[in-house]
C-alpha cells in the first residue's frame, strides 16, 4: 500500500472523547507500557507473552470490552504478520543462500577489502540510503542484517558501530523522502509538489543521517558493547566448496529486488494512472513480495548452482533457514498487536483532540502531533495520516517549498522515539541480539535523533527559502 485515503480514514476515526476519557486512557496507555517493560526485564518473560500480556491490561485499564481487545490484538498482530512475516521468512531463506554459497563471504570480504578501518561506518550508511530508498524499512533490514552481522564478525568491529549507520540510513529514508508510503500520504493530504518534496527531503536526510549514523554510532558502541549473536550470525561457508559466486552476481541477486522496487515506483510516479496496464504490471512485479521471491529463484541459480549446490540441497537448506526466524516473527506480530489495542481504544484520536487547540507555528505543530501519535501508537504510518489530515488546512496559503516542508515535518515527527509497542523496536532488538535497556539506548535513541534533527532542519530551511 503506497496510497492512503485520509478521506477514508477520518471518516472511519472514532467518536472524540471526554475529558475523563482522555485522562483514563493516559493512564492505561502508561500502565500497559510499564507492564511490559516490567515483565520482560524484572520477571524475563518472554516478549511474545509479555506483549499479549501487556495488551490486555491496556484494554482493561481502558475499559474496553475483553472480547474487543482480544480481536483488537488479534488483528493487529495477523495484519503485522501479514505485511511482514513473508517478507522475512523469503529474506532468511535469501539470507541462508547468500551464506551457504559463499556469496555473502564474497561480498564481506570485498567490503572488507575497499573500505576499512574508520570507513566502514560512512561504507554502511552509503549502502544502506540507497538500498533503503524504495524499499519498506522491515524489507531492507531483512537484506542488510546479514551483511551487517558478518561485517561486524569478520572485521572484528562493533556491532552497534556498524549496524546504527545502517539502521539510520535506512530510518532516514523511510520517513523522509518519497516513495516511501509515509511521505506519499502527507503529500497527498497537504497537496505538497513531489518532486519539490522529493529534492528537500534528500537534502535534510544527508546531514541528519551522518550525524544519527557514523557520528552517534561512536557514543552508542560505547554505551552498548555487544557481539554479533551467533543464532542469527550467517556462518562462513565450508571451505570444502570448490568455488563461491562472483561479486559481481551476488550483488546483483542482492539488488534484484530494490531494482524491482524502485522500477515500480518510478512507474507509478511517471504515469499515475491504475488502469494503464505497464503500471499494472510494474505494481505486480515491484511488490516487496514478488521482488524478494524473484530474489531467491534467482538465487538458485546465481549462487547455488556456481557453489556446486544440487537440487537434494534446496529443501533443507530453505528448512535450516526458515527455523531461527520463529520467535521473531511472533515478537514483531505481537508488537502489531499492542499497536492496534492502542490504536481501537482511541489513543490516536485522543492526541488529536488535544492538540486540535495548539496556537504555535504550523511546521512545529505538525512535528509536535507526529511525534505524540508515535509514541502513543508505534507506528510511524498512523502518526503521518494522522498528523497529515489534521493539519491540511493549514497548507492551503503555505508556498509550494513551505507546503513540501510541511510534509517532511510531519515526517520526521513520526520517527521520534521508537519503543516497545512499535514492531520494529522488537525486529531491531531480536536481530541484533540485544536487550530492551540496550535497545533503547541505542536504537531509540538513533531515532529520536533523527526526529530532532531533521525537524530542527525544517524549521532551519523554512526561514531561508
Known sequence: MTRLSVEM???????????????????????????????ITRFKLHAFLSLTI?????????????????TSFTTGLGT????????????????????????ADQIVDTILAKAGGRAMPWAMVLIASVIGLPLFFEVGVVLLIPVVLMVAKRGNYSLIRIGIPALAGLSVMHGLVPPHPGPLVAIDAVKANLGVTLALGVLIAVPTVIIAGPLFSKFAARWVD????????????????????????TLATILLPVVLMLSKAL????????????????????????ALLAAVLVGIFTLLRPAGFGRERLTPLVEKGLAPIAGILLIVGAGGGFKQTLIDTGVGQMIL???????????????????GIRLATGSATVATVSAAGLVAPLAADMSTTHTALLVLAIGAGSLFFSHVNDAGFWLVKEYFG?????????WSVMETIISVVAGGLVLLLSLVI
Not at 543464532?231 to 561479486?247: I, K, T, V
Not at 540485544?434 to 541505542?442: A, P, R, S
Open 434 to 442: 540485544l536487550n530492551v535497556g540496550q535497545t533503547l539506548k541505542t
Open 226 to 249: 555487544v557481539p554479533a549473536p551467533d543464532r542469527m550470525l550467517p556462518q562462513r561457508a565450508s571451505e570444502e566448496l570448490e568455488q563461491r559466486p562472483g561479486f559481481g552476481a
Open 54 to 70: 501487556g495488551s490486555l491490561a491496556l484494554g482493561a485499564i481502558a475499559g474496553a470490552p475483553l472480547d474487543k481487545v482480544l
Open 267 to 290: 512507474v507509478d510516479i511517471v504515469i499515475d494512472d491504475p488502469a494503464n496496464l505497464t503500471q499494472r504490471v510494474f505494481d505486480v512485479i515491484g511488490s516487496p513480495l514478488i
Open 9 to 39: 480514514l477520518a471518516a472511519d476515526a472514532p467518536a472524540p472523547i471526554t475529558s475523563a476519557g482522555h485522562a483514563q486512557l493516559g493512564i492505561a496507555v502508561l500502565a500497559g507500557i510499564a507492564v511490559i517493560v516490567l515483565l
Open 80 to 103: 503485522t504478520v501479514a505485511g511482514v512475516g513473508v517478507l522475512i521468512a523469503l529474506g532468511a531463506i535469501l539470507g541462508k543462500m547468500l551464506a551457504d554459497s559463499g556469496g
Open 353 to 371: 483532540d488535544i492538540s486540535k487547540d495548539w496556537s504555535i507555528p504550523a511546521l512545529l505543530l505538525a512535528w509536535l502531533i507526529a511525534v
